[in-house]
């Protein structure tokens, strides 16, 4: 009975030795699945857009900056963030190719048009008339020395 009892006990140990090996194995399985693949096709997606960037398009770089492909020269593309300004970046800088539409607001679609001073007319108090009189950051950078070295010297006489 005890010979059997040993028999039994080796059998079963070697059914729970194979479990634990095949419980790390559909671990990795589901890793793979579910982290790994998907992270894949992300990458070759934005590759694939990469390559196929042309002139015209709207871009965001890994930077998070939105601009207008101007001109693709191999492995850069040249694009315009304003008006008249053009910057060289490398082509696998740009993160994605904005669809129509997709583009967030911009700063300028959301500013009031009573802060251009081009629009503005003569009659209107524009900034630097509020200023307190100062026409300049040199100028006010100097009254405000003033101002206090005359604190100083008021100190200096309260003694």
């Known amino acids: 009975m005890g010979h059997f009892t040993a028999a039994e006990a080796a059998s079963s140990n070697s059914g729970s030795s194979l479990t634990f090996p095949i419980l790390i194995v559909l671990v990795f399985v589901g890793f793979y699945f579910l982290m790994i693949r998907p992270q894949r096709r992300r990458q070759q997606a934005v590759q694939q857009q990469q390559r196929t960037l ?36 490398l082509r696998r800088a740009v993160m994605e190719v904005i669809q129509p539409g997709d583009e967030p607001e911009t700063y300028e679609d959301n500013e009031p048009a009573d802060l251009h001073e081009d629009d503005r007319d003569e009659d209107t108090p524009g900034p630097r008339e509020d200023s307190g009189g100062v026409n300049s950051a040199e100028e006010g950078l100097a009254d405000s020395h003033d101002d206090l070295a005359k604190s100083d010297k008021n100190k200096d006489n309260v003694h």
């Open 54 to 89: 042309s002139p015209g398009a709207r871009v965001r770089t890994t930077a998070g900056m939105y601009a207008t492909v101007t001109e693709v020269d191999g492995d850069d593309v040249v694009l315009e963030v304003a008006p008249g300004v053009e910057v060289r970046y």
